[in-house]
């Protein structure tokens, strides 16, 4: 069997730690002889994060919602970067947006540090809070960079935080424009994360199956948000914990008990 994992609000609790209990379930899953992979839309820029430091054979991290998927740090399976001329006319379009440019290492934004800093505030994210504001966008971050810079790279995410129904406006028109060749995957309202349209958890949680020779009814998949309605609608072993959000509840096959309760790790635990 292969064993997909969501991180945050699925696999992990509310205070989104790798602790014993997840870490101990999924070496258990590991030495039975099943697979497992992480399916995050976190980017894996810290090499310590893929695969937990877990160094198996069958183990797996996607990454990015899919633009990026690791047998391990140094064996990249799969890489969906954004088209360039998609990365440019972003550059136009989205000119007035704090927009985070993300590389398989870095993340790349056009504004300076005190632009960026109140861009978030008049845009009322986390508008109380200056090192809350802006602890999540300082690491292996380059501010003021310049366009050539960024296009130099493979950008596999492009994502930004929005506050204002105006500014909304402007970011839907965009994903609109080029929503042949893109899709726009956000954890949570306000937020957008845009990658090449094929590089969604469903699709490349398919892909990595097809690629070990696991039935697609041998594959359980668990997710709690926007970005893994694919994992919930594409599988017929898909699960939920109870705190997921109510699309997600409709879509998913089983509801299990709350993340804080370590459910799915048990889940899983109680399949093999």
Not at 98 to 116: G, H, I, K, N
Not at 165 to 185: C, L, P, Q, Y
Not at 196 to 207: I, L, P, R, V
Request: aromatic share 12%; proline share 2%.
């Amino acid at each position: 069997m292969l064993f997909v994992c969501d991180l945050d609000g699925t696999l992990l609790d509310h205070t989104h730690d790798i602790d014993d209990i997840v870490l101990n379930g999924i070496k258990e899953v590991l030495a039975k002889g099943h697979y497992f992979a992480i399916c995050t839309g976190r980017s894996m820029h810290d090499p310590k994060q893929i695969n937990f430091g877990i160094r198996h054979d069958h183990m797996f991290t996607i990454a990015m919602n899919g633009a990026m998927i690791y047998k391990s740090e140094d064996d990249i399976l799969l890489r969906r970067p954004i088209d360039k001329d998609i990365v440019k006319a972003s550059f136009v379009d989205l000119k007035d947006i704090f927009v985070r440019y993300e590389t398989d290492t870095m993340c790349y934004y056009p504004f300076s540090y005190l632009r960026a800093d109140r861009y978030l505030y008049d845009e009322e994210i986390y508008k109380s809070n200056h090192e809350q504001r802006m602890a999540f966008y300082k690491v292996r971050s380059e501010f003021d960079a310049k366009e050539e810079d960024i296009l130099s790279h493979d950008i596999y995410k492009i994502n930004f935080s929005l506050g204002k129904e105006s500014t909304k406006m402007i970011a839907d028109r965009f994903v609109k424009r080029f929503d042949d060749r893109v899709t726009n995957a956000p954890w949570g309202d306000g937020f957008y994360d845009i990658t090449d349209k094929k590089a969604n958890k469903g699709d490349m949680t398919k892909w990595l199956a097809d690629r070990l020779g696991i039935d697609y009814d041998d594959v359980h998949t668990y997710g709690d948000s926007h970005n893994d309605k694919e994992l919930m609608d594409m599988f017929k072993n898909s699960s939920c914990p109870s705190n997921a959000i109510d699309d997600i509840k409709k879509r998913a096959k089983r509801i299990i008990g709350d993340y804080d309760d370590h459910s799915v790790i048990k889940d899983i635990l109680a399949k093999i």
